[in-house]
């Protein structure tokens, strides 16, 4: 399958401080990103769904200032999380799809940042 | 309710068993169904990828999906300790920019 590359694969950071994450599609051009959070033993849920070179659409509930996407290119975007606080903490894990013509693959996943907020 | 319901287990099974791991949904405008293996802190591998009703095989592991019910299955045959994972299902509609719904995950433990 195609290659998702998530960097980095964990990070700590101190609180107020702000923390990038990047997601790059290696073998292929990715038209469409997604960004998930996943809490331990729980499912993903899904942040925001990015474009190139168009504003991201967030989910309900997720402050779109305070976790900014970003999609400059089709093989790279990021998420940074903003003034980062304890609560933060959480796995964050991008999925990256082609665009047309293949309309109907299928998403491909990063390998997850475990972030720490102390 | 949840669009795509799964038992979220844990399972446990012992080598060479027959897993089943089975997920329903309410949307009939889902097409496109999925299978992923995620293990612990990494992201989620597909597995099995299908379109509509039917089956898919792919060595150990095979997809049905049965849209006149809305329910969805994945059997692994001759289970091995390296299945054990956690399985999300997921699904979607048709178009390119969809994103996916899943299943909350049936964590799943082969026994050597």
């Known amino acids: 399958g195609a290659v998702v590359s998530q960097h980095p694969s964990w990070v700590i950071c101190k609180s107020g401080t702000s923390v990038k994450i990047e997601c790059r599609s290696l073998d292929f051009q990715a038209t469409t990103m997604f960004w998930y959070r996943q809490f331990p033993k729980q499912s993903l849920m899904l942040m925001a769904t990015?474009?190139?070179?168009?504003?991201?659409?967030?989910e309900q509930g997720v402050e779109k200032d305070k976790f900014l996407i970003n999609h400059a290119s089709l093989t790279l975007s990021t998420l940074t999380v903003t003034s980062a606080h304890p609560e933060d903490s959480s796995f964050y894990i991008c999925s990256a799809r082609q665009g047309p013509p293949f309309v109907n693959t299928e998403a491909f996943f990063g390998q997850g940042t475990r972030l720490t907020v102390v | 309710q949840k669009e795509v319901e799964q038992d979220p287990g844990p399972l446990s099974v012992p080598e060479g068993a027959i897993v089943s791991l089975n997920c329903t949904y309410s949307?009939?405008?889902?097409?496109?169904f999925m299978w992923y293996r995620q293990y612990s802190r990494k992201g989620p591998e597909l597995l099995m990828y299908?379109?509509?009703?039917g089956n898919k095989e792919d060595g150990r592991f095979t997809a049905q999906v049965d849209k006149s019910s809305k329910y969805i299955s994945l059997f692994i045959r001759d289970s091995q300790p390296s299945d054990s994972a956690t399985y999300l299902c997921?699904?979607?509609?048709?178009?390119?920019?969809?994103?996916?719904?899943f299943g909350s995950g049936t964590q799943l433990t082969v026994l050597p």
């Open positions: 299908t379109y509509s009703s």
């Open positions: 949307n009939s405008a889902f097409q496109y």
């Open positions: 997921a699904m979607r509609v048709s178009g390119s920019a969809r994103q996916l719904t």
């Open positions: 990015s474009n190139e070179g168009s504003k991201a659409t967030y």
